[in-house]
């Protein structure tokens, strides 16, 4: 497989397939470490000091050191999303990582953190995604336990994440959602997500134990401005047989209609008005604010 775009690693900025971390890095050897995962609109990294802001609350967690400031990073990734060559939009994964050290957990072992930049072409999802939505399945895999790898943490040890994708996939699901530990629903493994009941999007509380998305914070912006009521509550898999819609949101995913949960269809089986409204308003308030944040940087 062809590695497309452009990685930096630690000051060093080559091609994907080029690219390597040393296998002493605890981010390899133990997933210690925190990243995070934007997207350009009009070439600009969206959202990027909310993005920054939840990497070092992240970091805080794992008392993870980020030796670098915000417009440092930004203009690393601006420098990697050079070096990646022509593409009209830009995926970024930020990683920062305890750094190399001996085989043992001790901090004072791994002195300098690492930090690993991924730049490649953005994938926009399928257009039949938002035409006639996805089918996602309800996994009996649980989120991860807050007293355990806190899921505020959005950590580089995904295996809680990737062992539910995994079961969605053998159930036919292209996401899969998952519950906590009390039985309550938390969120998907790589989404947040979202069902409507009476003209309002619902969406798991925080509590529930679930890493707080950005744009799922930013969906309570964009409803307020649309009209449209966004808010928390506790939710069980029982409410998911009164959805008159469902959707996901992420960052790569933007909202992604759900028009099937297992072999239960949503709603009519199409993606629903407040779904497409909520996505309209979205994608609007993206470019908006991309398109702000272009002016006042060439100002």
Not at 107 to 130: N, Y
Not at 214 to 220: D, Q, S, Y
Request: some cysteine; hydrophobic content about 35%; proline content about 6%.
């Amino acid at each position: 497989m062809a590695l497309r775009g452009a990685v930096y690693v630690n000051g060093t900025i080559k091609p994907a397939h080029e690219a390597t971390v040393p296998v002493y890095d605890h981010g390899f050897l133990y997933g210690e470490g925190v990243y995070e995962t934007l997207r350009t609109y009009r070439r600009v990294p969206f959202l990027y000091e909310r993005h920054v802001q939840r990497l070092r609350r992240s970091a805080k967690h794992l008392e993870l050191d980020v030796p670098f400031t915000d417009p440092q990073l930004e203009a690393w990734i601006a420098d990697t999303v050079a070096a990646a060559g022509d593409m009209d939009e830009a995926y970024i994964r930020v990683l920062l990582t305890r750094g190399v050290g001996e085989l043992n957990y001790d901090p004072k072992s791994t002195p300098k953190p690492s930090l690993i930049i991924i730049v490649k072409p953005f994938e926009e999802p399928p257009a039949r995604v938002f035409s006639e939505g996805i089918r996602i399945s309800l996994v009996p895999i649980l989120r991860n336990h807050p007293g355990s790898v806190n899921p505020l943490i959005k950590s580089n040890n995904l295996l809680n994440n990737v062992l539910a994708m995994q079961e969605a996939y053998r159930r036919g699901g292209e996401e899969g959602l998952m519950c906590n530990y009390r039985g309550e629903l938390s969120e998907c493994s790589q989404s947040n997500f979202f069902m409507v009941r009476g003209g309002v999007a619902l969406t798991p509380r925080s509590q529930a134990g679930l890493l707080e998305g950005i744009t799922r914070a930013f969906l309570f912006e964009v409803g307020r401005d649309a009209g449209i009521e966004v808010r928390d509550e506790t939710l069980v898999p029982d409410d998911l047989q009164t959805a008159e819609e469902a959707f996901i949101t992420s960052t790569t995913r933007e909202l992604s209609p759900v028009t099937r949960i297992d072999d239960r269809t949503v709603g009519n089986g199409k993606p629903g008005p407040v779904t497409m409204k909520l996505l309209e308003g979205y994608r609007g308030k993206a470019i908006e604010l991309s398109a702000r944040s272009a002016t006042l940087k060439t100002a």
